[in-house]
T-cell receptor, first 113, second 112 residues
């Protein structure tokens, strides 16, 4: 079956530090890959996505590249802000007669001033 | 557009009680899903629907029922609440295929 692996954290960074959150996946087909973000007390919202190998998703300074050869979709940001403090979920979406979405456990990011 | 709405935001139940969590979307999405979020376990799929009148089980369906009589609404019923069902519940919708999911704000349920 499909699976997504990411570290749970928490990851604590100082403001303006570089961020990397690793995500690797296992899938039988050709999935789409997503990063969702959950701010405190809210539901998840899409941060970025990539639908095929070598695609780069980007939004709000965050980037992730779909690497089929390493089955990875690592999230990066060059300079984090306090407002980026949230939980980040890596996910994959595959088609097996219905839309099947598999989420990682979520990585909590805390950015301190 | 309101997007995906969920009610209530918070609920406390006693063991054995039943209740319905409401979910509605105004985006005319065919696909709707219910997830529960527990610490260290990410989101787990409870039930999903690919259109009005069509539902199926997800990863953790026991103790929950769903129905989909309209495109807009997808209620989740807890038949006889148990402490193991203490969790945060999210409803989500999408156009279909492998598209982006849109999440509601969640319902925090505590079962005593």
């Amino acid at each position: 079956g499909n699976s997504v692996t990411q570290m749970e954290g928490p990851v604590t960074l100082s403001e303006e530090a570089f961020l990397t959150i690793n995500c690797t996946y296992t899938a039988t087909g050709y999935p789409s890959l997503f990063w969702y973000v959950q701010y405190p007390g809210e539901g998840l919202q899409l941060l970025l996505k990539a639908t095929k190998a070598d695609d780069k998703g980007s939004n709000k300074g965050f980037e992730a590249t779909y690497r089929k050869e390493t089955t990875s979709f690592h999230l990066e940001k060059g300079s984090v802000q306090v407002s980026d403090s949230a939980v980040y979920f890596c996910a994959l979406s595959d088609w097996g007669g219905y839309q099947k979405v598999t989420f990682g456990i979520g990585t909590k990011l805390q950015v301190i001033p | 557009n309101a997007g995906v709405t969920q009610t209530p935001k918070f609920q406390v139940l006693k063991t054995g009680q039943s209740m319905t969590l409401q979910c509605a979307q105004d985006m005319n999405h065919e696909y709707m899903s219910w997830y529960r979020q527990d610490p260290g376990m990410g989101l787990r799929l409870i039930h999903y629907s690919v259109g009005a009148g069509i539902t199926d089980q997800g990863e953790v369906p026991n103790g929950y029922n769903v129905s989909r009589s309209t495109t807009e609404d997808f209620p989740l019923r807890l038949l006889s609440a148990a402490p193991s069902q203490t969790s945060v519940y999210f409803c989500a919708s999408s156009e279909g295929g492998t598209d982006t999911q849109y999440f509601g704000p969640g319902t925090r349920l505590t079962v005593l």
